[in-house]
């Protein structure tokens, strides 16, 4: 396991799912956590649940002034951050035809400026702390390999991508010890995975439509892009950054 001796992280969407699996896998490291999340009472619980080295905020990755005061609050609670983690984001359906407004606006509040906010509030912080670190964004199989189905998704997550190498060359210009990459899943085992399988006739019949897209014949668990996610923010992968990193069982590369 890497180790996180004495980083701290703040985490978007920290409350459950793949942000709260890497929230409990950095503890685990040896680091602290501020789970940052919209569902503030689920944050709290989880980070309850993980001792002294985590505590929560209310964060709606859409409100710059809010990113503001989750960082203040990590560095309150913590002395700084070394580490941040951009995981909360929604998938909604549509195509460019029938997507409502609303939902494209919204798929682009929360996905992409809700991480560039996460950038712009914390980098600030992380190159105060000295130290090195990292930013791990969120993006999607779907930003490298499109759905018609799923415009404003996929239209996001492949904005995060090109924003997270301008982020990662930024850092290097300006001489910071912080390294920027995307990680992009496939189908994962999580509570928003877990919504879309009520639209199909049977939770079975879905979840065989969606292992079917990844050559490795499964569904993905968030625990497994947790451990990538810590991969890429540890001292392991110092020499890493701007990457895209799939943990996706093959889909992007599917025939």
Same mark, same amino acid.
């Given at each position: 396991?890497?180790?996180?001796?004495?980083?701290?992280?703040?985490?978007?969407?920290?409350?459950?799912? %793949?942000?709260?699996?890497?929230?409990?896998?950095?503890?685990?490291?040896?680091? =602290?956590?501020?789970?940052?999340?919209?569902? =503030?009472?689920?944050?709290?619980?989880?980070?309850?649940?993980?001792?002294?080295?985590?505590? &929560?905020?209310?964060?709606?990755?859409?409100?710059?002034?809010?990113?503001?005061?989750?960082?203040?609050?990590?560095?309150?609670?913590?002395?700084?951050?070394?580490?941040?983690?951009?995981?909360?984001?929604?998938?909604?359906?549509?195509?460019?035809?029938?997507?409502?407004?609303?939902?494209?606006?919204?798929?682009?509040?929360?996905?992409l400026n809700g991480t560039f906010y996460g950038c712009r509030?914390?980098?600030?912080?992380?190159?105060?702390?000295?130290?090195?670190? @990292?930013?791990?964004?969120?993006?999607?199989?779907l930003a490298l390999r499109v759905g018609a189905g799923f415009?404003?998704?996929?239209?996001?997550?492949?904005?995060?991508?090109?924003?997270?190498?301008?982020?990662?060359?930024?850092? @290097?210009?300006?001489?910071?010890?912080?390294?920027?990459?995307?990680?992009?899943?496939?189908?994962?085992?999580?509570?928003?995975?877990?919504?879309?399988?009520?639209?199909?006739?049977?939770?079975?019949?879905?979840?065989?439509?969606?292992?079917?897209?990844?050559?490795?014949?499964?569904?993905?668990?968030?625990?497994?892009?947790?451990?990538?996610?810590?991969?890429?923010?540890?001292?392991?992968? &110092?020499?890493?950054?701007?990457?895209?990193?799939?943990?996706?069982?093959?889909?992007? %590369?599917?025939?």
């Amino acid at each position: 396991m890497p180790n996180m001796q004495g980083k701290v992280a703040l985490i978007s969407g920290g409350a459950e799912g %793949i942000g709260g699996d890497i929230g409990r896998q950095f503890v685990a490291a040896g680091g =602290s956590v501020m789970l940052a999340d919209i569902q =503030s009472e689920k944050a709290a619980a989880h980070a309850q649940s993980l001792g002294n080295a985590a505590a &929560s905020t209310a964060l709606d990755v859409a409100q710059l002034d809010q990113w503001d005061a989750a960082v203040a609050a990590t560095t309150a609670r913590f002395g700084k951050i070394t580490h941040l983690f951009n995981v909360a984001g929604i998938s909604e359906p549509g195509s460019v035809e029938d997507v409502p407004l609303d939902s494209w606006n919204r798929t682009l509040a929360i996905n992409l400026n809700g991480t560039f906010y996460g950038c712009r509030a914390a980098l600030p912080a992380m190159a105060a702390s000295g130290e090195s670190g @990292a930013i791990i964004n969120i993006g999607s199989m779907l930003a490298l390999r499109v759905g018609a189905g799923f415009i404003a998704y996929c239209a996001t997550k492949a904005a995060v991508t090109a924003m997270s190498k301008c982020v990662a060359l930024h850092c @290097a210009e300006k001489g910071y010890p912080i390294r920027v990459n995307t990680v992009h899943p496939g189908a994962i085992r999580t509570p928003m995975f877990e919504r879309y399988l009520t639209l199909f006739p049977s939770v079975e019949e879905g979840e065989a439509i969606f292992a079917a897209n990844h050559p490795m014949g499964r569904v993905g668990e968030a625990e497994e892009v947790a451990r990538a996610c810590l991969f890429l923010a540890s001292d392991e992968a &110092s020499f890493t950054t701007g990457v895209d990193f799939t943990v996706d069982g093959g889909g992007t %590369i599917r025939a």
